[in-house]
Every structure is written in structure tokens, then in C-alpha cells.
Antibody, heavy 116, light 108 residues
Framework: QVQVVESGGGLVKPGGSLRLSCAASGFTVSDSYMAWIRQAPGKGLEFVSY????????GYADSVRGRFTLSRDSAKNSLSLQMNSLRAEDTALYYCVRGRPELDYWGQGTMVTVSS | EIVLTQSPGTLSLSPGERATLSCRASQSVNNNNLAWHQQKPGQAPRLLIS???KRATGIPDRFSGSGSGTDFTLTIDRLEPEDFAVYYC?????????FGQGTRVEVK
């Protein structure tokens, strides 16, 4: 059974850092596209970052490029998102999603709140 | 980046009616790599359609997708009570992947 479970969210001050993790089961992360998608409270979906199945390409939204870093751990079958220099506008529910490349399995999300 | 514009913003319909949702792209979507996702309140999104017209596993056949290039449509025949939700189109043909702003289908 395909499953992705996010963790690592929380409350952080502006300028702070946070690392999100995504544990996958039922499939192999290194054989899949994997993405982070976020949703600010009451708003729509926003692409954050993704990695292709070969691991040869990592893409970022302009709004996070240079601040966020996506990485993959094949041994742990997991995905991470290192978020630095956080801003209030980064406050959102962050979803980890498997891609084929269409986004076919979504986790339940982990909430990140950036506030002083 | 490819901007996706969905219309209408809100669609007010009754159960049993047909819903027609539009998604227009600012540039042609490579290989028609256009998906539709459904999101209900308090839930994660769910993939409905990929490749513009292919239903995902377990999706009822009252959901259908069509279109190519820059104009795409999601049609829901005979709305069921569980279909009232927000629908997002999303392109994965060219990075950065992008989403439309969503169409809310609400009970009239």
C-alpha cells in the first residue's frame, strides 16, 4: 500500500530554519518523482519543489529558490526539505507527494507556521 | 512559468446536474501533461485525471477530462453529493510545475 507521511512541521520565528521529512512506504522513492506542495490557510495549492525519478533534476518555485533545499535518501526511502530564512508567507500546510510524474499519492501534510 | 487560469471561480449546481470546469494555460502544455485534482475540506487533494484525459485508479467514469494545447476541461456528469469540492488543474509538462487557482463546486 502506497503511503507518504510528513513530519517536522512546527512554529518558527521569521529568519529561522526547519527541516521537513517524508517517509515513504509501498514504493521506492528513488524510482519516482517526489514533490513538495504547500497550501497557505484558506488558499490554493502552490508548487514548492520536486525531484525527478533519476535524481538528475531538482526544481524549485521562484518564491523558495535559494532558501529551500530538497534532498532524497534512498537508503531510508525518504525525502527531506530543508527550509532556511523562513518568512511569514511560508506559513502553510506542506504536502509530500509522489509523482509519476503526475502527482498521484498525497500525504496528509505537516503544518509550518512562521511567526514571531 | 506556465500560468493556469481556471474558470469559473465558483460553480453553483444541484445534485444530478453536469459540471463543466475550464483550465486555460498561458503556453501550450507539453505532451498534454495536465492533471486535475479534487480537494474536500480538511482533506489532502486527490488525483482525478492525468494526461488531460486519463482517469486515475478508482475514479468514477462520471469524471472526464478533455482538451489539448492550452485549453482543458473537466466534466462531471450527474453530480453526486460527494463531488461538491474544490478542483485544481495542474501542469507537469514544464518546470516549474504550476497549479490553477481552483474552482469551487458548491450546492445550489
Amino acid at each position: 500500500q502506497v503511503q507518504v507521511v510528513e513530519s517536522g512541521g512546527g512554529l518558527v520565528k521569521p529568519g529561522g530554519s526547519l527541516r521537513l521529512s517524508c517517509a515513504a512506504s509501498g514504493f521506492t522513492v528513488s524510482d519516482s518523482y517526489m514533490a513538495w506542495i504547500r497550501q497557505a490557510p484558506g488558499k490554493g495549492l502552490e508548487f514548492v519543489s520536486y525531484i525527478n525519478s533519476g535524481g538528475t533534476y531538482i526544481g524549485y518555485a521562484d518564491s523558495v529558490r535559494g532558501r529551500f533545499t530538497l534532498s532524497r535518501d534512498s537508503a531510508k526511502n525518504s525525502l527531506s526539505l530543508q527550509m532556511n530564512s523562513l518568512r511569514a508567507e511560508d506559513t502553510a500546510l506542506y504536502y509530500c507527494v509522489r509523482g509519476r510524474p503526475e502527482l498521484d499519492y498525497w500525504g496528509q501534510g505537516t503544518m509550518v507556521t512562521v511567526s514571531s | 512559468e506556465i500560468v493556469l487560469t481556471q474558470s469559473p471561480g465558483t460553480l453553483s449546481l444541484s445534485p444530478g446536474e453536469r459540471a463543466t470546469l475550464s483550465c486555460r494555460a498561458s503556453q501550450s502544455v507539453n505532451n498534454n501533461n495536465l492533471a486535475w485534482h479534487q480537494q474536500k475540506p480538511g482533506q489532502a487533494p486527490r488525483l482525478l485525471i492525468s494526461g488531460a484525459s486519463k482517469r486515475a485508479t478508482g475514479i468514477p467514469d462520471r469524471f472526464s477530462g478533455s482538451g489539448s494545447g492550452t485549453d482543458f476541461t473537466l466534466t462531471i456528469d450527474r453530480l453526486e453529493p460527494e463531488d461538491f469540492a474544490v478542483y485544481y488543474c495542474q501542469q507537469y509538462g514544464r518546470p516549474p510545475w504550476t497549479f490553477g487557482q481552483g474552482t469551487r463546486v458548491e450546492v445550489k
